[in-house]
């Protein structure tokens, strides 16, 4: 598996609305983007700070995985995405072989147009991982 650098860092909140301004107004990061991801039932806010990215998760339904997060955990980080250089399918297979448990056994479409998939966090010492992917580049 060939990373090329952290993609984003995934944050739980229970609001947008609440939360963006606490980025933008504390912070001082502009959000560039919002969008619902209706089948990972969450709506999504982006920031940029250099090259990483930061995602705030709003769930859209509570029997989702942000809302069962949220519901266990309260709001905080709920996972760190890596991209890859390779392929989502290329890091899933290698991961798999390696005796990692998966999530996703493809990749799917998310937020931005990327292509995703998760790494369980029982293998990965309790990090939700994210594997991510532009089709355009």
């Not at 995985?65 to 995405?81: L, P, S």
């Not at 999530?103 to 479409?109: A, S």
């Amino acid at each position: 598996m060939e990373l090329s650098h952290i993609e984003h860092i995934g944050i739980a909140v229970k609001s947008l609305d609440d939360a963006i301004p606490y980025y933008e107004n504390v912070l001082g990061l502009k959000c560039y983007a919002v969008e619902e991801v209706k089948d990972q039932k969450v709506k999504t806010a982006f920031f940029k700070i250099g090259q990483t990215k930061l995602e705030l998760l709003e769930s859209t339904d509570p029997e989702g995985a942000v809302g069962k997060f949220i519901e266990k955990r309260g709001e905080g980080v709920h996972h760190i995405a890596f991209a890859t250089s390779t392929g989502v399918q290329n890091a899933l297979n290698d991961a798999e072989e390696k005796g990692v448990k998966l999530i996703d056994k493809q990749p799917r479409k998310g937020a931005e147009g990327l292509n995703i998939a998760f790494l369980h966090p029982k293998s990965t010492f309790g990090v939700l991982t994210e594997l991510c992917e532009d089709p355009n580049k």
